[in-house]
């Protein structure tokens, strides 16, 4: 059985790595998600109550990327469940599913690395150069 991930646990990392490595899942979700039942899954995120745990997950990160500041997402952001969820879990109306200690803001790019628990996947922070600047990238 996989361990469970908190949020509270999470928010003891202060590096966007760490927190990366903490939630990276390394491809192995270990249960099946969703496949032919995406229709569960397009009702729960468009419910009202995801909707209330999603915005109030959003504030509580600052709309950063894994809560981190510096991490600002500008674009598209989604809210990941930092244990994966299954269509029971919906079904059955598990609580924690939209509990904020199992919850973290997070990007498309981000999401994908986490679940695929490959970094690489990760943009890469640009060095900025300036004059008189030798050093080869």
Request: with cysteine.
């Amino acid at each position: 059985m996989s361990r469970i991930r908190l949020y509270s646990e999470l928010r003891r990392f202060d590096t966007f790595d760490d927190r990366f490595n903490y939630l990276k899942l390394d491809g192995e979700v270990g249960r099946s998600t969703f496949g032919f039942d995406r229709y569960i899954n397009q009702k729960f995120y468009t419910s009202y109550e995801w909707k209330r745990a999603r915005d109030e997950v959003i504030v509580r990160d600052n709309g950063c990327d894994l809560g981190i500041s510096g991490h600002e997402i500008h674009g598209s952001l989604l809210i990941h469940h930092i244990n994966p969820i299954i269509p029971d879990d919906i079904i059955h109306g598990e609580e924690w599913i939209f509990d904020p200690e199992y919850l973290i803001t997070t990007t498309q790019i981000t999401h994908n690395a986490i679940h695929f628990g490959n970094d690489r996947l990760l943009p890469k922070i640009v060095t900025s150069r300036s004059p008189n600047d030798t050093k080869l990238w």
